[in-house]
């Protein structure tokens, strides 16, 4: 795979401070059960990085110590870690609200039988991978097959309550298949309700879109077709300086599987770890004390992504 990331580190990107730190985003592992054409983390079944009980468990401690909402699981698929539902139960039993980055097929994988009841159960809230209501589009980008397993499973997610009752919430995820930015959030997620309606008879709350990120694998396609810099110069044409209050990355904290701190979860998979004075920021720097608010926040080119047009967030448009 090419690597993009000495091509963005680089960066005139406005400088920018954290504010607080309401979220976690946990990255469990790498290890997913599909291999996406567009995925920045570049997960597949054959990785083997998995987050440990140990590391689960500082976690669970530091989110004490923290004005933490929000715990945010995320890999990978996350529920193949053989942590994530004790962490679901605990962050659950805290009073924290749960998000579960799902991509819809783990549900019919081997040993996660019952994992729908059990979201469903513990009131956690699904964000669930759909990049096209339409067949070819979800294949061409998930891989074969996997659109009937999302409408399988968005089925049976309906029949518990997901996206039909107030208690269960269900969303869904939107990423380009090329390089270009969203459309308009408020207009596809209509287009999507209607669709999915009449095709499917498949109900959600809300649709997150996303902008690809020219990093890992979607990066490494860029390259492959000599057109990274075109990308990244759409991005900066379309920047705007009013998405900056809201990035993601105020008030938004990435662990990744081994417990590191990261601005995001895309400063990860670059490498560009939280920092103080030049040192590698751990999980267990926060159970110490160490604070982060106010910090400055490590960018690079690829950040004008979360500010490109609508803007793009963990939870969809900024605007």
């Known amino acids: 795979m090419l690597d993009s990331s000495s091509r963005l580190i680089a960066s005139d990107f406005p400088t920018i401070y954290r504010e607080s730190v309401a979220t976690l985003q946990i990255n469990l592992g790498y290890k997913c059960n599909q291999s996406c054409v567009h995925c920045h983390v570049a997960a597949s079944p054959y990785r083997t990085e998995m987050m440990t009980a140990n590391t689960a468990e500082e976690i669970l401690d530091v989110v004490d110590r923290l004005p933490v909402t929000t715990i945010d699981l995320t890999g990978g698929a996350p529920e193949l870690n ?44 699904i964000v669930a991978s759909l990049p096209c209501y339409l067949e070819g ?49 408020k207009e596809l997620e209509a287009e999507y309700k209607r669709e999915l309606r009449s095709r499917y008879s498949i109900e959600f709350n809300r649709l997150f879109t996303l902008t690809n990120m020219p990093i890992n694998r979607f990066g490494s396609t860029l390259i492959s077709h000599n057109k990274l810099e075109e990308y990244v110069s759409l991005l900066k044409a379309n920047y705007r300086e009013e998405n900056l209050c809201s990035v993601m990355c105020r008030n938004t904290l990435s662990v990744d599987w081994r417990g590191y701190l990261y601005d ?5 998979m670059l490498g560009m770890g939280a920092n103080s004075n030049g040192s590698h920021l751990h999980i267990r720097d926060l159970i110490n004390g160490y604070s982060l608010s106010q910090s400055r926040v490590r960018t690079a080119e690829h950040c004008y992504g979360c500010t490109a047009g609508q803007g793009s967030s963990c939870e969809g448009a900024l605007v």
Request: with cysteine.
């Open 82 to 125: 053989p942590n994530f539902r004790t962490i679901v139960v605990r962050a659950r039993r805290k009073g924290l609200k749960v998000i579960d980055r799902c991509n819809l097929s783990i549900l019919f994988e081997p040993e996660q039988e019952d994992l729908g009841s059990f979201l469903a159960r513990e009131g956690v809230v």
């Open 137 to 185: 589009n979800v294949d061409q980008q998930r891989g074969k097959g996997v659109h009937s397993l999302s409408i399988r499973a968005l089925r049976w997610l309906n029949d518990l309550g997901y996206g039909t009752s107030q208690r269960l919430e269900l969303n869904l995820v939107y990423n380009p298949l090329g390089a270009v930015l969203p459309p308009p959030q």
């Open 264 to 268: 995001c979860d895309f400063n990860q």
